[in-house]
């Protein structure tokens, strides 16, 4: 990130220490950032040099907010939200079910102070782009929110796509987005002057009609249409829709589809009884298209990136170890996926690369291919990054230098030309075949913290890795904590509330 860049974004962030103080999380102050920022630029864009008609009705824009203070600025923009979410396309994808979380009006107009001192349309959209990542990367830092679930790893995205190599004109989808990681990367790549020489149509292309994307919680739409804004993708529509990716085919099929399923493995539904109880119930989908019905939320989503190709379509899917060995329907879907795709590569992840702690993940390469009676799949080759790897999110994290090895073995430039290494090795379809449950769940490296004590990392690996988990089980027990409290107190207020007069 630039100098100007991270400047911006920590003078931003630095606002969010004071509002914290109010109750306001990390998860919430990027949510009302987005809506702010998305007004102040509406408005800059109908200035000179600009001129444009203003896409935010009239009395619900930047400048009526400016206009107020104390009580009656705060129930303005109660009503801007409110008003705008019930508008179409873009605006209100963003500012859907939206509501103000700073209750403090004098803080809501520093906040607006504070944004209206920049002109952020003046800025790079390069520029724009990093400040908002920046605040979502520190967003998905913030163990308590949850929110790193909805981000993945730049280095190991910047990876995929280098592999992958999306070209001009190609359609390119993420069933479960998140925050646009994906998006944005092939974005990057594809207007790249190194990588393309972008005529008009094609940069229209790019930016209009090359990418979409769908994620069922309206927060991370919201923040992911933004951010898609900020970096130049998508117009007065938003190329992301908000809801169940599992829940039908949506007939559309797309050149690439790339994407990293929310972790857990199964889908479900809260419902609530007549007395007031709520369970989940896990959700399992029937459709056709699906070779296996299962609650596994995982294995829906590789039968479903499977449909959502073109023939001869690519896809590149974040998986758990689970989807690699599970019976059942995981055997079924296996066998399945490699006889009707041609399912080339395997990049086995470390732990210590996500947010969401202990998670054993992998990248599934494959494309879909005609239906024919032969198997599609001739050689699986597995590349091992995990085995003696030790990565940590906050002192150690996975950078994009440690995929490197990976990007040479794999050899996107003709993939059919690949070269056998200690940690990179084909296994042929009938191999694959003849192990228990078609389990693909395969170790190419030796462990060498099983051979031998003496082999185990460094004592400050093992050390900070102890002190980085406790340090996080410790945050999130603070927030259950917290929860527990404000739920508490709620309860009882609405107790206090009902409970009837006592006659003198």
């Known amino acids: 990130m630039s100098n100007e860049s991270a400047s911006l ?16 999380s990390y998860g919430d102050y990027v949510e009302q950032l987005t809506y702010l920022l998305f007004l102040k630029m509406a408005d800059e864009q109908t200035k000179p040099p600009f001129n444009k008609p203003s896409i935010i009705p009239q009395g619900l824009d930047w400048q009526s907010l400016l206009e107020k203070d104390g009580a009656a600025l705060e129930a303005h923009y109660r009503y801007i939200l409110e008003t705008l979410g019930k508008e179409k396309g873009m605006l209100g994808v963003i500012f859907r079910k939206s509501q103000n979380r700073i209750q403090d009006p004098a803080k809501l107009k520093r906040l607006l102070e504070l944004i209206n001192q920049e002109t952020w349309i003046g800025l790079d959209i390069d520029v724009k782009g990093e400040i908002y990542e920046g605040l979502l990367q520190k967003n998905a830092e913030d163990i308590k929110g949850g ?8 280095p190991l995205i910047k990876a995929i796509v280098e592999v992958i190599r999306p070209e001009p004109g190609q359609t390119i989808n993420d069933p479960a987005c998140g925050t646009g990681g994906f998006i944005i990367a092939a974005h990057d790549y594809i207007s790249n002057p190194k990588n393309y020489q972008l005529d008009v149509e094609q940069k229209k292309f790019l930016r209009f009609n090359t990418f979409s994307g769908k994620d069922i919680v309206d927060s991370v739409a919201r923040l992911c249409v933004m951010n898609l804004y900020l970096h130049g993708i ?10 169940d990716s599992l829940i039908s085919d949506p007939g559309t099929r797309y050149d690439i589809v790339m994407t990293n399923p929310p972790f857990g493995k199964k889908s479900s539904i809260t419902l609530t009884n007549g007395e007031g109880k709520t369970d989940r119930e896990a959700l399992t989908y029937e459709r056709q298209d699906f070779w296996a019905t299962t ?45 009707d795709c041609d399912v080339h590569t395997l990049l086995r992840l470390p732990t210590g690369v996500f947010y969401a702690q202990g998670v054993k993940a992998n990248v599934l390469f494959f494309d879909r291919r005609p239906a024919s009676e032969t198997p599609q799949t001739e050689k699986l080759w597995i590349y091992d ?20 090895g990976f990007i040479k073995c794999y050899n996107p430039q003709n993939r059919h030309d690949r070269k056998e290494t200690e940690c990179f090795k084909p296994y042929t379809y009938e191999k694959l075949m003849q192990r228990d449950k078609a389990n693909l769940d395969i170790t190419l490296l030796k462990d060498e913290s099983l051979e031998d004590t003496e082999n185990l990392p460094p004592p400050d690996i093992i050390a900070r890795e102890i002190t980085e988990n406790l340090q996080d089980a410790l945050e999130q027990f603070a927030a259950i904590q917290e929860s527990l409290q404000q739920n508490n107190t709620q309860s009882n207020s609405g107790k206090n509330q009902t409970k009837p007069k006592t006659e003198n």
């Not at 499977?306 to 590149?316: D, E, P, S, V, Y």
């Not at 995990?386 to 950078?399: A, G, V, Y």
């Open 234 to 243: 998508g117009g007065d529509q938003s190329p992301i829709e908000v809801g």
């Open 9 to 24: 974004v920590q003078k931003v962030w630095n606002y969010c220490n004071v509002l914290r103080d109010d109750g306001v």
């Open 295 to 339: 609650s596994n939320k995982q294995l829906n989503f590789l039968q479903h990136v499977k449909t959502l190709l073109k023939i001869n379509g690519r896809a590149a899917i974040v998986v758990p170890d689970n989807v690699l060995f599970e019976g059942g329907a995981g055997e079924t879907v296996r066998r399945k996926l490699l006889h």
């Open 385 to 404: 990054l995990r085995t003696n790897r030790h990565f940590t999110l906050k002192t150690n994290p996975l950078r994009y230098e440690d995929l490197q």
């Open 147 to 154: 929110a790193g679930q909805y981000f993945t790893p730049r």
